[in-house]
Structures are given as structure tokens and as C-alpha cells.
């Protein structure tokens, strides 16, 4: 499962039978399936703790269910089903309780998670008479309130004491992880970085999948390489474009690997991408930030004249500090030497575009001449002049000849395009 943000859906789709059987699918709001699901497993009439531990665990199941897209990433166009064998009781048309609809429109965007995940859990429940399982006891919950104890320790009783309570997590519509486009040799950004590391994970279980390091957001010729080993192992199109079938292959492998919709997860933790800003770095730090920082720059030295080359050794030393401050002259950003998050995103935007068109043959020949002169994304007016020898670079990487700006689209005969 890509790294993001669990969040509430405003719907969700219910399957009414077993998941290869064919059955009809309902939407309902979010709320409406907890207070369904809750007044089909527990009764009004137990103690307000229990109630409430009941619900939360209702709750963070459907949502592990959603975080996990277990059901998409296997074929289906539903997030859950409503048999017990597989998921929680839902019952289409039932009358719902007035003390459990009150308490859920309290409560149905907080959730339980073990501390230092971020998937909910997958609390997964049984009546403790009749079937009993690893998770909580529906009547055994409610012993326990009437004993006092409140609903997380209840929760605590049966999930463990490393779980806590997520409270007003995001509503939104509900959201697939993948793109919506085919990610290809070229492709920056973040839904790269996603599938970069969930391809690393599934590497550890398939070591023929080349480790792509380090995680940069930027689909290169090595990530390329690990997408086509993955699809010939997984029996798909190995074509190295990361399409809907590649993605969701990855995302039930890697789910899978974590066991993220089960009780005993591995779990997935708080983690970023490598490149993202962590916190300012100055003169006398250490670390892998620092060398990350050193890395950059490194490379963006090969492009610009200006920069000198810098040694990546984990220390934020004068000559570091000196390569931050000529960098943060050439783009406009006052020269103190201190790497605050402006200064981090400048440098991680041009490193990113530096990286992509260093891995083109035609581009890196030419940059890395000896009269190779400043490409860097100016933050001010001044822009660098550029050389006529950028005629001779593929139409891809010309130059047009005229600054660009937002809004802009390709226009013929070196004419401005129309604004969209």
C-alpha cells in the first residue's frame, strides 16, 4: 500500500454475499454502514464503554479495509462485504438503534491503530460464546464495562497496549492510490516515490527485483529495469510502465507482505521520502540528511560551472556550507549558507530535473562540456542565457526560446499557446 494518510470515506461499497459470488453492491454513507454493522453485531442495551469499543473497532476495520484497497487491488469494484466470514455483518433495510446512531455520529472518524503505524487497525472481532478469535470479545466487551473499565482499556484488553485512538481523522470522497495514468520512464514525483518503495519491500520476498536505490521520486532507467522484473515474475506485460494491473499487483503484494488487513501486522510506519525535507541543516550537523543535501548538490554540480564539487561524507562542514551558499546565490535565495525548507525544495526541484535529463545520453554529452553553463531554476528575474548548441538537443529538451509560464501549453510556429 502506498504511504498515505488514512482517511474517512463519505461512502462506501458493500457487497451483499461472498466476494466471488454475485451479488449486489450497495452504496451507503460511511456512518450509515457503522451504525448498520453496529446494530446487526451488538445489542442497546449493554454499557455505553462497551457500545463504544464496539463501534471503534467497527469502524477501524472498514477503514483498514479501505487503507489497504483490499478488495480493489484483487479485482473487485467494492470495499467490503456484508458476511461475517470474511468481514462484518451488514444487513440492508434494518432498523438501526437511537443510542448507537447517537454515538456513532460522535464518533465514526476516530479509529484505533497501533502506535507508530499508520494503517487502522484491522480489528477484527467475534461473540466470545459461540466463535471465539485473536481479537476482541463482543460479550466478553461487555463484562468488562460492567466491571468498570472504560473503552479503550476494553480495547486495550484485546488488541494489546501499544494501540491508541486516532480522533477526527479526515472525511473525503472516497480515492483509489493509483494515478490515474500510466507512470513511465520520465515520470517525477511523489506516486514514483510510492511505487519505488513498495517495490523495494516486495524485493525483500523476490530478490530477483533490483532494489532501486536511492527512493528518488524519478522514474529512471533503473527503475524502468525493477518494473519489467516484476511484471515478468508476476506474469505481466513487461513493457516497464507502471499501468492500473502493474499498480494494484504491487499494492496487493505489498499489503500482503505487511500483512496490513491482518490482526498481526507488520505494519506500516511513518516513513518519507528519502529527498523530503526533514528540518534545517546548518553548518555543524551530521547525519544521512547532510549527505543527502551533499548528494544533490554533487549532482547539480556537474551542471553548473558555478557549483563546486563537494565530497558526500554526512558532514555539514565550510565546504558544504560554501556549495549552499554559491547554490543559493545562483537561484535568488539569500546566500547565508542555512538549509531551511525553501532552500531544500529549490535544490531537491533542480536536482530532480537535473537527475532525469543527466540519465539522456544527447543532454548529458552536452552538459557536461567544459563550457557548460547555469540551468538552475532561477527564484527571481534573472534568467541564464541560453546557448544555441540547446537547437541541437532532442524537440523533447529544446529549449523553446521563450520563458514559459503558468497556464502555458505547446503552441505552433514559436507562437504562445492557449491558457487552460
Not at 248 to 262: H, T
Amino acid at each position: 500500500m502506498p504511504i498515505i494518510i488514512p482517511y474517512v470515506p463519505r461512502t462506501i461499497t458493500v457487497h451483499l454475499g461472498l466476494p466471488d459470488q454475485w451479488a449486489e453492491n450497495v452504496t451507503v454513507s460511511f456512518p450509515d454502514y457503522v451504525k448498520n454493522v453496529a446494530s446487526s453485531e451488538i445489542y442497546p442495551t449493554w454499557e455505553p464503554a462497551a457500545i463504544r469499543a464496539n463501534i471503534l473497532a467497527i469502524i477501524s476495520f472498514a477503514l483498514n479495509r479501505v487503507y489497504t484497497e483490499f478488495y480493489p487491488s484483487r479485482g473487485y469494484d467494492f470495499q467490503i462485504t456484508s458476511t461475517t466470514q470474511y468481514d462484518q455483518k451488514f444487513i440492508r433495510g434494518r432498523n438501526i438503534f437511537e443510542n448507537i446512531s447517537q454515538m456513532v455520529d460522535e464518533i465514526f472518524n476516530d479509529y484505533i491503530r497501533r502506535q507508530g503505524f499508520i494503517e487502522p487497525l484491522a480489528a477484527k472481532f467475534c461473540n466470545g460464546t459461540t466463535s471465539t478469535c485473536d481479537g476482541l470479545s463482543q460479550w466478553g466487551s461487555q463484562e468488562l464495562a460492567q466491571e468498570g473499565a472504560n473503552s479503550m482499556e476494553i480495547l486495550r484488553h484485546y488488541y494489546g497496549n501499544d494501540i491508541e485512538l486516532v480522533v477526527d481523522a479526515p472525511i473525503q470522497d472516497l480515492t483509489t492510490s493509483y494515478p490515474g495514468a500510466p507512470l513511465r520512464l520520465g515520470s517525477v514525483g511523489q506516486n514514483i516515490a510510492m511505487f519505488q518503495s513498495m517495490l523495494n519491500r516486495i524485493s525483500q520476498n523476490y530478490p530477483a527485483i533490483p532494489k532501486i536505490s536511492p527512493v528518488t521520486g524519478i522514474f529512471g532507467e533503473d527503475t524502468r529495469d525493477a518494473v519489467r522484473t516484476f511484471q515478468r515474475i508476476f506474469a505481466l506485460d513487461p513493457d516497464g510502465v507502471v499501468g492500473k494491473a502493474t499498480w494494484y499487483k504491487m499494492v496487493y503484494l505489498y499489503s500482503g507482505i505487511l500483512q496490513l488487513a491482518e490482526l498481526v501486522s507488520q505494519g506500516q510506519r511513518f516513513v518519507t521520502v528519502q529527498f523530503q525535507f526533514s528540518g534545517p541543516l546548518e553548518e555543524g550537523d551530521s547525519g544521512p540528511e547532510v549527505g543527502i543535501l551533499q548528494y544533490m548538490l554533487a549532482l547539480l554540480a556537474q551542471f553548473d560551472s558555478s557549483l563546486s564539487p563537494i565530497t558526500v561524507d554526512g558532514e555539514f562542514g565550510p565546504a558544504t556550507t560554501r556549495a549552499v551558499r554559491t547554490y543559493q546565490q545562483l537561484v535568488g535565495l539569500t546566500p547565508n549558507g542555512y538549509v531551511d525548507e525553501d532552500t531544500w525544495g529549490s535544490i531537491y526541484r533542480n536536482f530532480a530535473l537535473a537527475d532525469y535529463f543527466l540519465r539522456r545520453d544527447t543532454v548529458r554529452a552536452q552538459s557536461l562540456r567544459e563550457d557548460a553553463v547555469p540551468v538552475l531554476a532561477r527564484s527571481g528575474g534573472d534568467r541564464p542565457e541560453i546557448p544555441d548548441r540547446w537547437a541541437d538537443t532532442p524537440r523533447m529538451a529544446q529549449y523553446p526560446g521563450r520563458p514559459l509560464e503558468p497556464g502555458q501549453t505547446d503552441g505552433r510556429d514559436g507562437q504562445r499557446g492557449a491558457k487552460v
